[in-house]
């Protein structure tokens, strides 16, 4: 109860209320964070809740208390409805620094878990761009880094064991964006140990499918999606159409969740990482964490809506 009275103070503007009106039946138990699923990251045992956040360009704004209000309210939604993961880099613009002012607000930073990355070529470099990270998100521990990109991947992962040996990084990984990569994070998987490879996989972009995402089954690797909206083009696809009856067996009460839902379904996703800079889309985001996931006969028919 006291958690949901907090998400109810921080995040109920009348006109935030008004939006959400259609989301209003299922907030109830959104507003419970005790609701949303849970992953264990296999190197650890430790619980992830599945839905998170990425700020590539969303999180890219100055630090005046405007441009920065919209986005608290991103953030508090995300932890008051039980997530923890924020996803951003270095390379992001300002979203770094967003993210860390941000982070130092009210409670924030004890309750998320914050992931950024490395993307230098050369261990001196890739050092001095860490301890900007820890300077421009403010804090001594940083939960995540990982190898941007596959960038000089193996100097980069070498320096991120000794900072996590150090106790100053808790986990490490590598990253990419696109189908074609997917055959360089594997061999770079298959050479070097990380917890966690950060890939894209959506409705419209299944070739993790194939040989990625069963490896870090196999192989007890943590996998945090990117792009599972395609950077929103995904939308077009279902632009005017409204959502089908089968939606409702899921408890999805819009595309963005049944999206969402299609990537958790994968027994390999740890969790997604939709980008955005609008409260009331994070709270149809963290919908997508809660009740049931499709199974393998309610995920072609979503593949057949994206065909
Ligand atoms: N190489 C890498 O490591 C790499 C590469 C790509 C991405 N990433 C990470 O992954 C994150 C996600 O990928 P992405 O940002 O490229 O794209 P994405 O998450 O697929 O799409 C983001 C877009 O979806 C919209 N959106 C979010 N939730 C929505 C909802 N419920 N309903 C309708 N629209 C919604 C957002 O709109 P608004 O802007 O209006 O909120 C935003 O424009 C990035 O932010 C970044 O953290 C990492």
């Not at 999606?225 to 009856?245: S, T, Y």
Request: charged share 25%; hydrophobic share 40%; glycine share 6%.
């Amino acid at each position: 109860m006291h958690t949901r009275r907090r998400f109810i103070q921080h995040s109920t503007a009348a006109a935030t209320l008004a939006a959400l009106a259609p989301l209003l039946p299922t907030l109830s138990w959104a507003a419970d964070g005790s609701g949303l699923l849970r992953r264990k990251i296999p190197s650890t045992g430790e619980e992830l809740p599945v839905i998170g956040l990425g700020t590539s360009r969303t999180f890219d704004v100055s630090l005046d208390p405007n441009d920065l209000a919209p986005l608290l309210e991103v953030v508090r939604t995300l932890a008051n409805g039980g997530a923890t993961l924020v996803d951003t880099a270095p390379s992001y613009g300002n979203a770094e620094r967003v993210t860390g002012a941000l982070a130092a607000q009210d409670d924030l930073r004890a309750r998320l878990f914050l992931a950024s990355k490395v993307s230098s070529t050369g261990r001196e470099a890739g050092l001095r761009q860490i301890e900007a990270s820890f300077k421009d998100l403010k804090t001594d521990k940083i939960d995540l880094i990982q190898v941007h990109n596959l960038q000089d991947t193996s100097t980069q992962l070498a320096l991120l064991r000794e900072l996590k040996e150090q106790g100053r990084i808790r986990y490490i990984g590598i990253t990419h964006y696109i189908d074609s990569a997917h055959d360089d994070l594997l061999r770079a998987l298959a050479k070097d140990k990380v917890d966690f490879v950060q890939l894209n996989y959506s409705v419209g972009a299944r070739n993790a499918e194939k040989r990625l995402l069963p490896f870090c089954a196999d192989h007890g690797i943590a996998t945090l999606i990117n792009r599972p909206f395609q950077r929103g083009e995904l939308f077009a696809k279902v632009k005017d159409k409204p959502l089908p009856g089968w939606a409702q067996e899921l408890g999805a009460t819009s595309w963005a969740q049944v999206m969402l839902k299609f990537i958790l379904a994968h027994p390999a996703v740890t969790a997604v990482i939709p980008a955005t800079s609008k409260p009331r889309y994070m709270t149809d985001n963290l919908l997508a964490g809660h009740g049931q996931l499709p199974d393998a006969r309610q995920r072609e028919r979503i593949i057949e809506v994206f065909a």
